[in-house]
């Protein structure tokens, strides 16, 4: 990609993905062609190039992205992710997007809060990375490249740490200094006197208490809003700066120069400049404190990675550190110790806790040719295996890298409030200026007495003039209105609630995924492999007079040596039950009908009712039972031996233990509950019944199954899809929410916006409770951190003066701003004891009951 | 970028100097201290510019091309 400047007009080379023909040539010229600002498209198909001259003031590369994108193909764009530092609100997201959002190559940028990193999609021929980074230094926020796995949460930590320190100093400074100032304030009143020396009531020593606080303390906030200012951007701490100056500079003012009108010697207001500073801090350093917590979930993740592996090289055993281990390379795992790589059991038996991983709370028995995660914990036996996945590859390492992107994209409910965070700062700039003029020209004149109080303060603004009354009106809208609770209010809970669903081994891909999934109304599940274990067993064994088992055990010989699922089932069956199938001594498969063996001079045959007319085998009473098995949806195959009818062997597909658990469940949240299949309907419905579904989606062809979900979505639902990511894949994709069952281990070939690590449907419902109680949080913490600025705007604004004649003083508004702020983090933090209702009262990987059902055809 | 800077600044300055000056005009129907007048003159020149920055500044940016 590249562009050049043609007189006003630029030109911009895009390299377009997905063209095939001349006419993709032509769509997509007519679609560029379309945007207003766009003067001339050249499209070439051998390239996959477009060249594009247009207007920058008219359109941007975003807008031609799209139109590509809208008519299926797509501008192939960079991304680079990048940490930035210095932003405390949501202002300062909304500053970083605009100004890297400007840069004319930009696509797409993701700025969050939380995670303090920025994701942007660009061109770089068109605007470097280095371009995109001194974007955002020149607004004032310092750029780090985000660093990876353990070394970026070690580096994490120590910048939090260091935050949290030098926040720490800044409040010992400002607090001790502050509470000196505020007993100096009010050494007159109360009880004061008596033990509070005259002198530090002095303004002099008062304004030698202050002046380090505003300039040491206070300094960031003055730097920092600065540093936007110049550039057209405005931040919280410019909201701060203006209240700790304004009331520092008229208690300097009102200390030197007393008859200057602003209100005299007795209104100076250094306990406001003092206090508000220390409140600030108190905010910021307490923000620094719990924001590291609700990245808990990632850093446990992180611990653990095992450090040290066992590998066996040249016959000899050496332990060697676990980044190191190649792949093939065979390992050894002793009781108790942690696996260190994915890989294949070769040797040996145990059992292993994937509780970590997979929120599986039973171990997990492995032997030769079993898989084996690594990061989980060997329990009783030891053994050997061979090296599959190390390093980045790692299902550990994938959980952690799909955790860490969730958490820095943007929910849709997030993208309104950073927007309406950003334009806020302005509007309390205005609103203060028209809460000075209204106080200035109407309100002092109306309604002001000398008798009037600060709130929960004892001194009276007797002497203050229009000026002085609306000054400290206007400063206290600037302090209070600050809507730093907002920035925080969604990041934080997407933060917990995606660490939440990771500790049970749902992974969502996204904010955007939580948000959807909190907001389905109907589930799909695909049957086979879904709701049933996608293997037919047997579900029923009929003896016509006699032993049942000796009716298994004579359908076992008969399929012993077949490779038929259905004889396969019988002669699992059978083992299962303790019977070991003799070998027939001759066997002949009869296509459509069944099979016939010889067994030590008898004659078996095993098959459906033709086999049995074409043999003349009585049936009698065995022909009713069958229709009942058949109506159930299980397949009935007829014993006979040596032309007398034996009994039943019934043979299905079963449904896993939690499946009409899950979908009860799902009914209680108010969902609808689908089956696809590409049964016979009979069949299906006989499964749907058994489990409680709705909605039965039958004889649907595999390549249909996202045309069926789109059939759905056209009735105005929101519609997910739960079944295997792969060959699932089409519709999962068409689905508002694909979500990936028992993806084990390779999750980044997974289709879908949620995967679940294990093949338990309870997890299905456990990740739309994780969701919705993580969309819960973010409209709470929406509803404090905006619900406190509507009370407190009206305060702070003097509504209530006319009435009580009492006004919301600066340094009360700091501390009403923060506590705000605090509020939403530790509303966010309350997810940590969170446990979805379903794994209440069902603990994870726990067999509730068995519920069998049955089906005679593969989806 | 040094004259989108300059051309920012004057429209900005020039902008919040008339609101400060519209300001001294409404002091004058009343009784109010030469410290008032000058004192909220220059609280509304001060608010007028920071409001005023963010929009002007990205208003120029896109006019200059920068």
């Given amino acids: ?859 | 970028m040094k004259n989108i800077n300059v051309t920012s600044a004057i429209i900005y300055t020039g902008i919040s100097l008339l609101a400060a000056g519209l300001f001294l005009l409404a002091t004058s129907a009343g009784t109010y201290t030469i410290v008032e007048r000058v004192g909220g003159a220059a609280w509304v020149f001060f608010l007028s510019t920071i409001i005023l920055m963010p929009i002007i500044i990205p208003l120029v940016k896109r006019k200059l091309g920068g």
Avoid at chain 1, 313 to 340: H, N
Avoid at chain 1, 353 to 380: H, L, R, W, Y
Avoid at chain 1, 774 to 792: D, M
């Fill in chain 1, 1 to 859: 990609m590249a562009s050049t400047m043609t007189q006003g007009r630029k030109k911009i080379t895009l390299q377009i993905a997905g063209m095939t023909c001349a006419s993709c040539v032509a769509h997509n010229e007519e679609a560029l062609k379309e945007l207003p600002g766009v003067e001339k498209v050249v499209v070439n198909l051998a390239t996959g190039k477009a060249s594009v001259e247009y207007d920058p003031g008219r359109v941007t590369l975003a807008d031609m992205r799209k139109a590509v994108s809208d008519i299926g193909y797509e501008v192939v764009l960079d991304t680079a992710r990048f940490k930035i530092t210095g932003m405390t609100c949501a202002s300062c997201v909304a500053n970083n997007e605009k100004a890297i959002g400007e840069l004319l190559g930009v696509g797409k940028v993701t700025v969050n809060l939380a995670t303090e990193t920025a994701q942007v999609e660009y061109a770089p021929d068109i605007t470097s990375l280095a371009e995109i980074r001194k974007a955002v230094k020149e607004i004032g926020y310092g750029v780090e490249d985000v660093v990876g796995g353990q070394e970026g949460l070690d580096k994490e930590r120590e910048a939090r740490q260091k935050d949290i320190r030098f926040q720490l100093i800044n409040l010992i400074i400002s607090g001790t200094l502050g509470t000196l100032v505020m007993i100096g304030m009010l050494q007159p009143y109360w009880f004061f006197p008596n033990f509070v020396p005259a002198w530090l009531n002095n303004k002099v020593v008062l304004f030698f208490l202050t002046t380090p606080i505003v300039f040491g303390p206070g300094r960031q906030f003055f730097v920092k809003s600065w540093g936007g200012l110049k550039h057209g951007v405005t931040d919280m701490n410019l909201l701060y700066a203006t209240g700790i100056g304004a009331a520092y500079f008229i208690a300097v003012i009102n200390t030197f120069f007393p008859d200057a009108g602003f209100g005299g010697k007795e209104v100076t207001f250094y306990e406001a400049a003092a206090l508000l500073t220390a409140f600030i801090i108190l905010g910021r350093y307490l923000e620094a404190v719990t924001r590291g917590r609700t990245s808990e979930a990632i850093r446990r993740l992180m611990k653990l990675q095992p450090k040290r592996a066992r590998v066996v090289r040249d016959g000899q055993e050496t332990e060697i550190p676990a980044e190191e281990v190649q792949i093939d390379d065979i390992l050894t795992v002793r009781p108790g110790e942690a696996i260190p790589v994915d890989g294949i059991v070769t040797e040996g038996y145990s059992s292993v806790d994937q509780s970590m991983i997979t929120g599986e709370s039973i171990p997990v028995e492995k032997k030769a040719g079993d898989e084996v995660i690594g990061a989980t914990m060997n329990k009783t036996g030891a053994f050997k295996f061979r090296a599959t996945r190390v390093g980045k590859d790692t299902a550990l390492s994938q959980i952690i890298r799909l955790v860490e992107e969730a958490q820095t994209t943007k929910a849709p409910i997030q993208k309104i409030a950073d927007k309406v965070a950003g334009r806020f700062i302005l509007g309390v700039h205005a609103l203060a200026l028209m809460a000075f003029l209204f106080w200035f020209f109407i309100g002092f004149n109306l309604w002001f007495t000398p008798q009037s109080h600060l709130i929960l303060t004892p001194y009276q603004l007797t002497a203050i003039g229009a000026f002085g009354f609306a000054f400290i009106i206007s400063v206290t809208v600037l302090v209070i209105s600050c809507p730093c609770a907002v920035g925080l209010a969604t990041p934080s809970a997407i933060m917990a609630g995606s660490g939440k669903g990771a500790e049970y081994g749902i992974l969502f891909k996204g904010a955007d995924a939580i948000e959807a999934t909190s907001k389905l109304q109907v589930v799909i599940f695909d049957k086979t492999g879904t709701l049933t274990k996608g293997e037919p067993s047997v579900t029923d064994v009929i003896a016509k007079s006699g032993d049942e088992k000796e009716v298994l055990r004579l359908a076992a010989v008969a399929e012993k040596n077949s490779e038929h699922p259905l004889g396969e089932a019988i002669v699992r069956g059978a083992r299962q039950r303790g019977l070991e199938p003799e070998d027939a001594d001759s066997f002949n498969a009869i296509p459509g009908h069944g099979v016939e063996a010889q067994l030590k001079g008898r004659n078996i045959l095993l098959g459906n009712r033709k086999l049995m007319a074409e043999r003349k085998v009585p049936l009698d009473n065995l022909l009713q039972e069958a229709e009942r098995l058949e109506q159930a949806g299980k397949t009935a195959m007829f014993v006979a031996a040596d032309g007398k009818a034996a009994g039943i062997v019934a043979v299905a597909d079963t449904l896993k233990e939690t499946s009409a658990l899950a979908v009860e469940e799902l009914h209680r949240m108010g969902l609808e509950v689908a089956m696809i299949t590409g049964d016979n309907r009979r069949t299906a419905e006989a499964i749907a019944s058994q489990v409680g579904i709705d909605r039965v989606l039958a004889e649907v062809l595999p390549e249909n199954k996202a045309e069926e979900v789109k059939k759905l979505q056209q009735e105005g639902k929101t519609v997910a899809m739960v079944g295997d990511g792969i060959n699932d894949a089409p519709a999962l994709a068409q689905a508002d929410v694909g979500i990936a069952i028992g993806s084990g281990t390779d999750i980044a070939k997974e289709t879908g916006q949620v995967i679940l690590m294990k093949d338990d449907l309870l997890d299905v419902v456990a990740g739309m409770q994780v969701a919705r109680a993580t969309i819960r949080k973010v409209k709470e913490n929406l509803f404090w951190a905006f619900g406190y600025n509507t009370l407190a705007i009206p305060l702070g604004f003097g509504l209530l003066y006319p009435f009580f004649q009492q006004v919301v003083s600066p340094e009360l508004a700091a501390l009403l701003m923060a506590t705000s702020s605090l509020s939403v983090t530790l509303n966010t933090l309350r997810m940590r004891g969170y446990v979805p209702p379903v794994r209440r009262r069902a603990p994870p990987g726990a067999a509730l009951h068995a519920a069998p059902a049955a089906s005679t055809a593969s989806t």
